[in-house]
């Protein structure tokens, strides 16, 4: 967690949702347009007399994305509200790889001023942290449509959380471990389930 200067106002609470921070370019660069955001809106909020808390959040098992209302990867929101008015997805290649699904994953597609965007564009963020601020009012009118959809997981999150669980059961050290352990050639016998049974625990990784 992240505390912006203190200031005697009040405090808005940011929370970034995503399923994967390594592999999905979305999420990667919702990440750091979030970031970014922060650090132009900060001389504001210090006028304002108001800081930010960031928390950021792996959902990685269907459990936890149901215990926190989360139906689309990478979500953003701003005092329990998600910024985005309405859920659209596309096919991420990405989180498919990352998991290893052999079906399609998706993950959200951003609209804003009417053109859409794979990461949430930096002037949309501005926009929901300011509205925070000065428009309290506005941003209850803005109640995003899609938190209707709270209560269930969609079968794309339960897709992609049952597919990298199995992923991970099957291999017997870290990614970064398999990354390194052997050359590509051999990564079938070194970290797959063709392993030496004489190197169960690592590969050889360790």
């Not at 449509?145 to 990298?164: C, D, H, M, Q, V």
């Not at 017997?172 to 990354?179: D, H, K, L, R, S």
Request: glycine share 8%.
């Amino acid at each position: 967690m992240k505390m912006a200067k203190e200031a005697n106002g009040r405090t808005i609470g940011i929370d970034f949702l995503f399923i994967d921070l390594e592999t999905c370019v979305r999420c990667k660069g919702t990440d750091a347009n979030l970031e970014a955001a922060l650090n132009k809106v900060q001389s504001i909020l210090t006028a304002a007399g108001a800081s930010v808390s960031v928390r950021k959040t792996l959902v990685d098992t269907e459990q936890k994305a149901l215990e926190l209302g989360f139906v689309s990867s990478p979500t953003i929101r701003v005092n329990g509200r998600d910024i985005a008015l309405e859920l659209k997805e596309s096919r991420c290649d990405s989180c498919a790889d990352a998991c290893g699904c052999d079906g399609e994953i998706d993950c959200r597609v951003w609209i804003w001023r009417g053109q859409e965007h794979t990461e949430a564009p930096e002037p949309m963020i501005v926009d929901a942290i300011l509205s925070a601020v000065y428009g309290a009012g506005a941003q209850a009118e803005r109640e995003p449509a899609i938190s209707g959809l709270a209560g269930r997981t969609p079968e794309n999150l339960r897709r992609f959380f049952a597919s990298k669980a199995a992923k991970q059961d099957s291999a017997c050290c870290t990614p970064g471990e398999q990354e390194a352990c052997c050359a590509p050639s051999e990564k079938a016998a070194c970290c797959g389930a063709d392993a030496p049974e004489s190197q169960p625990a690592s590969c050889g990784c360790r």
